[in-house]
């Protein structure tokens, strides 16, 4: 989404109201990692995609799986919304390194009048996306980790952990949260009034290219269990 996901999107597929207003025009929030992970599977649904989540509900809280090769639409990896949020920059906002300059692009604590703003008021960066920087904190579909030293390229974040990450900083953050680098975790239950997020979906290339890394991950399984059955005959 060019913008966070608004009210009126989230009605239309879950027909409820979660959040503290009625603008339908404004970015929906009190949404856990949980509900927007099932937005994202009937949005799916209704366009006929395939859903990314596989969603098991137990006794204690729901398990959820990433299908990777699915088409439907999903949350946006950490790296993923970094990338989006950077448009192409190296700095600690899109637009550059000044919190002065905040107050163009972003709404927080500067400038936000008690709370959220309707979506896309504020100028987008190059990528033409809006809202990357405040007014809502996004959920992502990563777990939360501590950063390690090195350099990785499209790092996918660990296999399971007790928070997810938020990204962007919020409406009644100061500047230094809402740059494109800031990061928090939150247990994926978590649902407030400053917190929502947009999703997006996987490339015709870029599923090709995964269900092939999918078919060779499954070669090589058969591969090794054929070796073991042949060895345990011998």
Not at 127 to 151: C, K, P, Q
Request: hydrophobic fraction near 30%; include cysteine.
């Amino acid at each position: 989404d060019v913008c966070s996901s608004d009210l009126l999107q989230w009605m239309a597929v879950m027909r409820s109201n979660p959040s503290q207003f009625t603008d339908p025009y404004r970015p929906v929030d009190g949404v856990s990692w949980l509900d927007a992970a099932r937005f994202c599977n009937r949005m799916s649904t209704a366009y006929q995609f395939t859903p990314v989540y596989e969603i098991v509900e137990g006794n204690e809280a729901p398990v959820v799986y990433w299908r990777e090769d699915a088409n439907g639409f999903r949350l946006p990896t950490e790296a993923e919304w970094e990338m989006a949020a950077r448009a192409g920059t190296k700095t600690a906002y899109f637009f550059g390194d000044n919190p002065k300059e905040l107050k163009k692009h972003a709404w927080f604590d500067g400038n936000s009048v008690g709370g959220i703003a309707k979506v896309g008021l504020k100028k987008a960066n190059s990528w033409g996306l809006y809202d990357m920087h405040g007014n809502v904190s996004e959920w992502v579909s990563d777990w939360f980790s501590i950063y390690g030293s090195e350099a990785l390229k499209d790092p996918g974040g660990p296999s399971g952990g007790s928070k997810k990450v938020v990204r962007g900083g919020c409406w009644y953050d100061d500047p230094s949260n809402c740059r494109s680098a800031f990061r928090v975790g939150k247990e994926p239950s978590a649902k407030n009034g400053y917190q929502g997020f947009r999703i997006l979906r996987t490339t015709k290339d870029l599923l090709e290219k995964q269900k092939k890394k999918s078919a060779k991950k499954e070669l090589k399984k058969d591969v090794s269990k054929k070796r073991m059955s042949l060895h345990k005959k011998k």
